[in-house]
């Protein structure tokens, strides 16, 4: 373990001493308010025995996954405890978006994959960063930190890029009520196997990827201003939509975005959450030659490679071994070209990379420090918060894994394995036991990963 305690030292440090000399970084496209409830067994027994247990455990064995009445919300959040999985479910009911405000919250944070790299990237790593706001109410742009975070806006006809508190409009409030629960909280005979939280999803902007106008027209200009570019919040695109708008409509946007990235010379990230339909999925894996890198987890690559065809090694994905998702994740590079790919999973990180560096290394420790810097505290502030998290423990179940790498690939060494036209770099992550909050750790480690890999390799 002293190998890796040295390796995080000298990690955090090039990664602190080169992420100033990131020039812009854009991210696009999905904001909103993160309302933050961590849930009290008491409370919650009380609210589901007044509507009736038996109807709401009906829900927990046939879900949903759309909110239209109490049962189904308490339903989904049973679901969520007793598999310990991380759901989002959208409110279709404007009762229960009501109930859902009178219920209250402990927190309220930025939300959304962009809007929180933004306070992260701005406000903590003070990059410039331009954030996409599908709409941008004073509850949400008081939530932006001080640093600087852009939005676009249009003076007359000139674009201008100010922070999000000097762009404020009476908008719809975007707001996703989060309902937080730890490792083995227990509720009548349900307990939680692992610590997670259940998304009531009260947004009908970042549900259809919305994108303001100032952004769409100003695209050109924005992208002459930025260096890199993180791209989320595809996940949740439909076939068809009311207004006889389909998928295609945004994801032919989204490439006409990328085209102007890849012109100008930015690197662009693609983060992949689970996408439920199976259409949507295979255009999004489509797409993903126009970009520099891709960031996922196990669910997520498993998705893929059902798509791809392979559902025997799908299945392997599920299962956690790591050597089944190398070969997955070598899989999805030999179909796609893409150059990059990050699997983050509890415990470890990999990273593929058509090129050999050892800050894709370095930039894995960092960001495994920036999400345990994120669990121990809900929220990192400054770049301090990161360097406390050295002293956190580094996963030694993980250690295994690291031990069956080195008796299968002659050249690892120091987390690198030489694999002739490509590179892996596996780490041991930091473990957060008891993590005050789970809400965009997965965001934590991409963003951090990607910006301070280039800023490493820039240097």
Known sequence: MRLWKNLYINAFENAVNAIPNVEGVLLAYNTNIDVIKYLDKDDLEKRINQIGKERVFEVIETPTERISSLEHLFGGILRSIKLGKAMEWFVESEEIRRYLREWGWDELRIGGQAGIMANLLGGVYRIPTIVHVPQNPKLQADLFVDGPIYVPIFEGKELKLVHP????????????????????????????????????????????????????????????????????????????????????????????????????????????????????????????????????????????????????????????????????????????????????????????????????????????LAAAAKAMKGNIERIEHIRDALSVPTNERAIVFEEELEKEFTEFENGLIDMVDRQLAFVPTKIVTSPKSTVGIGDTISSSAFISEFAMRKS
């Open 165 to 368: 508190k000097e762009a404020v409009k009476e908008e719809n409030e975007l707001i996703h009520y989060i309902y937080e629960f730890p490792r083995g909280f227990q509720v009548f005979d349900i307990q939680a196997p692992r610590e997670n939280r259940f998304i009531a999803n009260a947004d009908d902007y970042n549900a259809r990827v919305y994108m303001r106008k100032e952004f769409r027209e100003g695209f050109e200009k924005i992208a002459k201003r930025v260096e890199l570019a993180i791209i989320s919040g595809l996940q949740v695109l439909k076939e068809y939509y009311s207004d006889g708008t389909t998928y295609r409509d945004v994801l032919d946007r989204v490439e006409s975005h990328l085209n102007s990235l890849n012109r100008y010379g930015v690197r662009s990230h693609f983060e992949f959450a689970y996408t439920a339909n199976r259409l949507v999925r295979e255009e999004l894996i489509g797409i993903l030659p126009k970009f520099t890198s891709v960031g996922l987890n196990e669910v997520e690559l498993a998705s893929i490679v059902e798509i791809i065809g392979d559902e025997t090694l799908a299945k392997e994905v599920l299962e956690g071994h790591v050597f089944p998702i190398i070969d997955a994740i070598n899989l999805l590079m030999d179909e796609t070209g893409i150059g990059r790919i990050h699997f983050h999973t509890y415990g470890y990180y990999l990273a593929l990379t058509k090129y050999r560096s050892e800050e894709v290394r370095d930039a894995l420790l960092f960001a495994s």
